[in-house]
């Protein structure tokens, strides 16, 4: 398996990368002779890189993960290299869908939620909270699309469920936290629904933030963590590729 990723020079994208390849391991030990990932851009392991190590660890099919929230442009160059790749390394690839529009995602934005609520003490359900979902934004409608997706499966948990983008899009940050809590929440609950703590998590949004709780003083507002990298997204991963190799093998 080949999990292909846009790439950022933040060290903790390869940390939160390398326990998804690990996790998938543990949890089904033998069903992939490799497991690794690599990046579209920015730094290496790059796709032709990753696609090498494969080969080079006896693999003669690899499983390729595109690992995205949304498609766009930076999904159809991933998908397109890996495939002109794979030709002319003369090796036989499927490749799955990307992360988008999978109602598993629920359980991983309830998960980060349920933590923040437990670091803080905060004892409301989740029916007396509201939830704010910072999306990356994007000019391609279908990102947007695929991002409402998640908002409107998350309605059914949350007293209130809005959205805002950190860029290319709007409603902003800054909008979308005076528009919670305009609506006098008990609890907003501030979810970065980011798969990565890049430089977007680590400075864009906080700095976003930052600003709007100078400017509006909430007392009721917590961020939690980004998606990040656990059980339910590596089982996510193992989900879109067993659909993809059906395809191929229909004993899988």
């Known amino acids: 398996m080949l999990i292909v990723d846009r790439g950022s020079r933040e060290p903790e994208v390869k940390e939160e990368l390398e326990i998804i390849c690990s996790t998938i391991n543990r949890t089904y030990p033998g069903k992939y002779g490799y497991t690794t990932y690599c990046f579209l851009e920015v730094v290496p392991p790059y796709i032709e890189d990753g696609i090498s190590k494969c080969i080079a660890n006896g693999a003669d099919f690899i499983t390729i993960i595109p690992y995205f929230l949304y498609p766009g442009m930076k999904l159809k160059d991933s998908v397109k290299k890996a495939a002109s790749i794979s030709v002319k390394k003369d090796v036989r690839v499927a490749i ?41 934004g994007s000019s391609d409608r279908r990102a947007r699309e695929a991002f409402n997706y998640m908002v409107d499966l998350l309605k059914s948990y949350f007293r209130s469920v809005r959205f805002c983008f950190l860029e290319l899009d709007e409603p902003d940050i800054m909008e979308g936290i005076r528009n919670s809590l305009a609506s006098s929440p008990k609890c907003l609950l501030v979810v970065p629904y980011f798969l990565h703590k890049g430089a977007h998590i680590k400075y864009d949004i906080m700095r976003e933030i930052n600003t709007s709780i100078k400017e509006q003083h909430p007392t009721n507002m917590y961020l939690t963590e980004h998606l990040g990298a656990d059980r339910q997204l590596a089982n996510i991963v193992l989900e879109r590729a067993m659909e993809v190799e059906r395809g191929i093998f229909p004993q899988t």
């Open 96 to 136: 799955a869908r990307p992360l988008s529009r999978n109602t598993r995602m629920v359980e991983v934005v309830v998960n980060r939620v349920h933590e923040a609520k437990r670091e803080h003490a905060l004892q409301l359900p989740n029916s007396e909270c509201d939830l704010l979902l910072i999306g990356h």
